[in-house]
């Protein structure tokens, strides 16, 4: 099939773009969020084409997926020259966020709607968005393998964290100082200079990915998830596949992935911090618990139940 999505979230379309479809990606000359293309960042087949506003006017597209309100409102509708996704073109919105704000008051923005089926990528998220009469599924995550690069070398805790001073509490950022005095960090991402300290919190800016970032992160001792409130991060999920430690809030779906033998989820600040402290003085338990969490992530999250799920759903969608 011939499917039209737009590269928003760099993990999650680098899985999606593994499949045996061609994959349509919107391109405008400033690459801009509105037409980024192919990514840059991650290794992606030659299956995923880029396409301008001109050439998607006449193009045909057998499935589209939605991913953001002003895709919508009106953005697909005209890059495809009219034509309406759910309308003249079978089409699902992928949800990929927790939903912000007074949660009980939360509607989706696909709510109500009888032409689409809205694609939610946790349970918990499924659970929290309020969707009305709009069929909903889920379709968990899917990693492309990294491989086990597993070392733990350095002994300080990884945490990636992108935009960490603009998003703040929801990530959990301003329980990094607290948490360094037990394991000194190392923060990754976008923006990460803005809240380094230059020691216990050391800040290393955006790396590139599949060249650098995830061989960094593997010479960690330890994955560190302090997010409160957001879908789960592909970014651990990958930590995981990696062999790391996991030791992260016990907040939304992160229950659901890391099991026990995994890591150490908690909502107490203090147990994590003791948790990320022994780790560092135990490498073979690190090592152990590192080798439990690439199990559970292969099992759980694996790239091809991913593709397979997705194959059999837009087959449903474009039938």
């Known amino acids: 099939m011939r499917v039209l999505v737009w590269h928003v979230h760099g993990a999650w379309t680098t899985a999606f773009v593994h499949g045996d479809h061609q994959y349509l990606i919107p391109v405008l000359p400033d690459r801009g969020p509105l037409g980024r293309g192919r990514a840059r960042t991650y290794r992606w087949p030659r299956s995923a084409v880029e396409l301008t506003p001109r ?14 309100p002003e895709e919508l409102d009106g953005l697909a509708e005209r890059w495809l020259g009219g034509r309406r996704p759910g309308r003249d073109l079978p089409a699902v919105y992928l949800e990929h966020n927790a939903p912000q704000g007074t949660i009980a008051g939360m509607r989706h923005v696909a709510a109500g709607r009888g032409d689409l089926l809205l694609v939610h990528v946790t349970h918990f998220n499924q659970l929290f968005w309020d969707a009305g009469t709009t069929p909903t599924r889920v379709i968990e995550h899917g990693i492309v393998d990294p491989g086990y690069r597993y070392s733990g070398t350095v002994e300080r805790a ?3 964290i992108n935009e960490p001073a603009r998003r703040g509490r929801v990530t959990g950022t301003d329980l990094l100082d607290r948490l360094a005095t037990a394991a000194p960090l190392d923060l990754f991402g976008i923006g990460s200079e803005q809240v380094g300290d230059g020691d216990r919190v050391r800040a290393h800016g955006d790396l590139p990915h599949d060249d650098r970032l995830l061989d960094e992160l593997a010479r960690r001792r330890l994955y560190l998830h302090p997010v409160r409130w957001t879908s789960l991060g592909l970014s651990l999920l990958e930590a ?20 026990p033998e995994a890591g150490v989820l908690s909502t107490r600040v ?24 690439r199990a559970a992530a292969l099992a759980r999250y694996g790239l091809s139940r991913f593709l397979r799920e997705w194959d059999q759903l837009l087959r449903e969608v474009a039938a």
Do not use: F, I, S
């Not at 995981?240 to 099991?259: I, K």
């Open 55 to 68: 050439q998607a006017a006449g193009a045909e597209v057998d499935v589209v997926v939605l991913q953001r």
């Open 270 to 293: 203090d147990t994590l911090a003791e948790a990320a402290g022994e780790l560092l003085r135990d490498p073979e338990r690190a090592r152990a618990m590192g080798k439990a969490a």
């Open 240 to 259: 995981m596949h990696l062999g790391m430690p996991v030791v992260g809030l016990a907040t939304t779906e992160v229950v659901e992935a890391v099991p």
């Open 158 to 160: 990884a945490v990636l």
